[in-house]
């Protein structure tokens, strides 16, 4: 048994950010972000704007029917940056939208992996059930200090989800965690501290996602018994062109397989992966049949990895 991806959508934030904007008050440059991130522009949430609200709006933008609606037994939402710790947003989606109240709606945290993580959270629950909503959602904004020029230009908003639902074919996964605590850091509640901003040693991130992605991309390819040739989109967490560019060079692959929208998104964390997806979708460029590969790493360390047939 595994699970199918019935539809896609995603909302961002009407804010768009150019990198000429930094250069008006950072020591960067727009030449420096695209050349060492891939990054021309990104989505920031406006004040008011909210993770809740932007993922509500993301479910809206899927457009559920009611048949859909009453089959949906559960939603996963994967964020770090809540606007509230409880309740959880998942919750907070279950009336607007419309759905049935035998429902299980979790938050959970699992950095830039937590989309697939989600994914893998579904297949299992949905093996007596019938469908779910997994969801990435990040307002990173809120959380960056905007004068730290080795986080705020590579961070961005955004919110993504699919309608999944369970089918006969099976999904191979591989996942990880190696306890990492401080390179990629958001401090949380504290007694008489602030809420600090998020804080990430760039270099032993690349290092870690460069060196990880290439041995689960094997892992996850030995488990379905196909070869890297056979799978016809690769989607990497967007975090960096290069790290994507240097995982196609280290499998063989044409960087052409690999998916990148990074250059208009920015990294938005567990969002990235299914705004890629609803891209993919919404350019025609997935078709049903062919083998996808998802890839999510980042805080923890922690990485999730998913292969299956659209
Ligand atoms: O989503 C979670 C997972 N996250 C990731 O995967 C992030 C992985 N890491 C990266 O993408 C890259 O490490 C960064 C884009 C964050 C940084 O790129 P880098 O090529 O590793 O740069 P670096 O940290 O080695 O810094 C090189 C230089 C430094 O200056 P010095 O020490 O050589 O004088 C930095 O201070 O670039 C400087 N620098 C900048 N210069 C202009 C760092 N940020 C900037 C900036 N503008 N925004």
Redo the contacts with the bound molecule.
């Keep these: 048994m595994g699970i199918r991806i019935r539809k896609t959508a995603k909302y961002l934030p009407k804010r768009i950010v150019p990198n000429s904007e930094?250069e008006t008050f950072?020591?960067?440059?727009d030449q420096?972000?695209s050349e060492?991130?891939g990054i021309k522009k990104r989505h920031f949430s406006s004040k008011e704007e909210d993770t809740s609200q932007i993922a509500l709006m993301a479910c809206e933008a899927l457009g559920l029917t009611e048949e859909e609606k009453e089959k949906i037994d559960a939603i996963f939402v994967a964020t770090f940056t809540p606007d509230i710790v409880a309740p959880s947003i998942a919750a907070s989606l279950q009336a607007p939208l419309g759905l049935q109240e035998e429902l299980f709606a979790i938050d959970f945290n699992m950095?830039?992996s937590g989309y697939v993580a989600g994914l893998h959270l579904a297949e299992a629950f949905l093996k007596n059930k019938r469908m779910a909503l997994v969801l990435g959602a990040e307002v990173i904004s809120k959380v960056l200090d905007m004068h730290d020029?080795?986080t705020a230009?590579?961070f961005a908003d955004g919110a993504g989800v699919t309608l999944v639902e369970k089918n006969e074919d099976a999904i191979y996964f591989d996942e990880g965690t190696r306890s990492n605590l401080k390179d990629?850091y958001v401090p949380g509640i504290q007694v008489d501290v602030p809420l600090g901003a998020l804080s990430?040693q760039?270099?032993n991130?690349?290092r870690f996602?460069s060196r990880t992605l290439p041995d689960s991309m094997e892992r996850t390819l030995a488990k379905a018994g196909i070869r890297g040739e056979d799978v016809s989109h690769i989607v990497c967490?967007q975090?960096?062109s290069?790290?994507i560019e240097h995982v196609a060079k280290k499998a063989g692959l044409p960087i052409s397989r690999f998916f990148m929208n990074i250059d208009r998104m920015g990294?938005t964390?567990s969002a990235s992966l299914p705004i890629a997806l609803d891209d993919m979708v919404k350019n025609n460029q997935i078709k049903p049949g062919q083998w996808v590969m998802l890839m999510g790493?980042?805080?923890g360390f922690s990485w999730v990895t998913a292969l299956f047939k659209w």
């Design positions: 930094f950072l020591d960067t440059s420096w972000i060492r991130t950095g830039c020029r080795t230009v590579i990629i990430m760039g270099k991130v690349f996602a967490h975090a960096n290069r790290i990294n964390s790493f980042g805080a």
